[in-house]
């Protein structure tokens, strides 16, 4: 007696047929076998700076010979000690500090009046000039500085300054310290000020506006001015960014070269008055560069001095970079 076949209930799945044979074998994708350089091409890639940069520090630790100037090196140079380089340590940190400052002086002017003040047409007229002084070449500026602002800081600013603010320190003219050729340290500060500028006011303007606009109609509308809400939240806001412009600019002042070799006077010493000529870490560099080709002894230096100055600018660099990636997340407490 045969049996009918028992049905599933009403609604209910019917089981599933049992598996009586293993599947058919599937074939790889044809593009499987270049799955693994595709996939690792993105991080190859992003270690090209990282690879650079250890590239270049290897590079000139490899022609210091591994030889040691001793803490001498960051003495003053004299017959005793002629590796001694703090001269041009000095020399550029007083060239870079005052540039710095004025840059960021000028810098959050023009953001602030990009920002605030201009109409929106204007605001895009003039903007892209700052874009235009970041691309033009360092020598450009030297060679205009050398021939138009070195003649006009020669013969009258400088002899202007002597005659009437000779009481404050190191005002006062000497004999040893030119003031008529124009060159030497206040030319220096100007162009290297004229450099930094772009990088500062780029950041210090994005950074302000990113200010969002509840904050900004919120001051207006509780009948603050235009710089009170600027002062109140927009600088506070934007701090970190230009916290960051600090940074960077430094690190763009005390690296440039071509431009501060043209018109800082190239003298090895310590400048006895504002006025005075004396030399910078870059500056030094490419002026002993040839020189450096026949004299083993200060291609080390030379090596060593880069090493130093290479050390400074990725310092500050770095922390303008921590900065910079925490503009958006500065949270402002309120007016």
């Known amino acids: 007696m045969s049996s009918a076949p028992t049905t599933a209930p009403t609604g209910a799945p019917e089981p ?98 990009s920002t605030t003040y201009l109409p929106s047409f204007a605001s895009k007229l003039l903007d892209p000039f700052v874009d235009l002084l970041a691309g033009i070449p360092s020598v450009v500026y030297g060679i205009w500085a050398y021939l138009v602002l070195a003649p006009i800081l020669g013969t009258v600013i400088n002899p202007w300054a002597v005659a009437h603010l000779s009481f404050l320190p190191g005002f006062a003219g000497l004999p040893t310290s030119p003031t008529s050729a124009g060159v030497g340290l206040p030319l220096a500060i100007i162009v290297l000020t004229l450099m930094a500028l772009p990088i500062t006011t780029l950041l210090i303007r994005d950074a302000l506006r990113s200010i969002p606009r509840d904050l900004w109609e919120s001051g207006l509308a509780l009948g603050a001015t235009r710089w009170e809400v600027m002062r109140r939240v927009g600088i506070r806001h934007g701090s970190r960014g230009i916290f960051s412009a600090v940074f960077l600019g430094f690190g763009r002042a005390i690296g440039e070269t071509v431009a501060v070799a043209m018109v800082i006077g190239s003298s090895a010493r310590f400048p006895a008055n504002v006025y005075d000529v004396t030399n910078t870490m870059a500056a030094y560099m490419f002026e002993t560069l040839d020189a450096a080709l026949v004299n083993a002894t200060l291609g080390k230096l030379l090596a060593e001095l880069a090493l130093v100055l290479l050390v400074i600018t990725l310092v500050v660099n770095l922390l303008g970079r921590r900065l910079v990636t925490h503009i958006y997340a500065q949270e402002v407490p309120g007016l």
């Not at 650079?52 to 140079?77: E, M």
């Open 16 to 113: 599933l047929p049992p598996r009586t044979s293993a599947p058919p074998s599937r074939k790889a994708p044809i593009g499987r076998g270049i799955a693994l350089p595709g996939k690792s091409l993105p991080f190859v890639l992003a270690l090209v700076p990282a690879a650079i940069v250890v590239a270049i520090v290897a590079t000139l630790v490899s022609a210091t010979g591994f030889h040691n100037f001793g803490w001498g090196f960051f003495l003053p140079g004299s017959a005793s000690n002629p590796n001694g380089v703090l001269i041009v340590i000095v020399g550029s940190f007083l060239t870079a500090v005052p540039a710095l400052f004025l840059s960021m002086v000028l810098g959050l002017g023009i953001a602030i009046a």
